[in-house]
């Protein structure tokens, strides 16, 4: 068990790798983690939890208050046994490529997130063509509620499970991707959902403002579906912008 509250890491403008490295070596069960109030800064990983794919357990882990800022790659799981994530007001800015990277293990619930991201960045991104491997029934669920990230020269990505593989179920309450002052000559390329095949997202109540609102691509024995349950869409406030799918 680990407890980090009311610290600073600071990764050297990048010289760290990691600032928090969470393992476990076979037969000691690594679990019940707190993250309270601590800032991980300027390095290229935050947390990462696991060695390889695995590494048991690296588990069951609360984040609250926590401030990521100028890391590449803010949480990084790369373990099937890595699950069971909680995330309470935890805030991303800066340089920031991918916010919470969760290449294997999952079961990630996310209240409360923010902050003003200056990179074309993804903000959760399931599964990773490197790892091989499929989330699994027993890690595949994502909650999220209470989002709000904006960008004032980038479009980011707020969800991606284009590298997944087998079948994900996320369910988004809530969130807002507010954006800077943009224009059709500073069209996105990617969608603000990029969803693959198995992956089925919900999303309730939203302010969705991005014009290119979902990239899905399918196969012949997994559907993707996007559902989009009382959402304020592009065309309600911005009236160049016009909502756009791709499948």
């Keep these: 068990q680990l407890i980090f509250e009311d610290i600073s890491l600071d990764g050297n403008?990048?010289?760290?790798?990691?600032?928090?490295w969470v393992t476990a070596s076979s037969g000691n069960a690594s679990g019940n983690h707190l993250f309270s109030r601590t800032a991980f800064l300027n390095a290229q990983i935050g947390i990462q939890f696991g060695s390889n794919a695995g590494t048991i357990t690296s588990a069951d882990t609360e984040y609250s208050g926590c401030l990521f800022r100028d890391t590449t790659i803010g949480v990084k799981t790369i373990n099937n046994q890595s699950v069971n994530h909680n995330l309470h007001n935890v805030s991303f800015g800066?340089?920031?490529?991918?916010?919470?990277?969760?290449?294997?293990?999952?079961d990630i619930r996310w209240v409360g997130g923010s902050g003003t991201i200056q990179t074309d960045s993804t903000i959760l991104k399931?599964?990773?063509?490197?790892?091989?491997?499929a989330l699994g029934d027993n890690a595949s669920t994502v909650y999220i509620s209470g989002w709000r990230f904006e960008s004032e020269d980038e479009w980011p990505i707020l969800i991606d499970t284009t590298e997944g593989v087998?079948?994900?179920?996320?369910?988004?309450?809530?969130?807002?991707?507010?954006?800077?002052?943009q224009d059709n000559s500073d069209a996105p390329t990617n969608g603000m959902f990029q969803l693959s095949a198995g992956t089925s997202l919900t999303v309730f109540s939203s302010r969705l403002s991005k014009r290119f609102l979902a990239n899905l691509t399918g196969s012949n024995s997994r559907?993707?579906?996007l559902t989009l349950v009382e959402c304020?869409?592009?065309?309600?406030?911005?009236?160049?912008?016009?909502?756009?799918?791709?499948?």
């Design 223 to 225: 559907d993707t579906r």
């Design 166 to 181: 087998g079948t994900c179920t996320i369910e988004a309450h809530s969130i807002s991707d507010a954006q800077g002052n």
């Design 13 to 20: 403008d990048h010289v760290a790798g990691k600032l928090v």
């Design 232 to 247: 304020i869409l592009p065309t309600l406030w911005y009236q160049k912008f016009t909502p756009s799918f791709q499948s």
């Design 94 to 106: 800066g340089t920031i490529l991918i916010a919470f990277h969760c290449q294997l293990g999952g």
């Design 126 to 133: 399931i599964g990773d063509e490197s790892a091989n491997g």
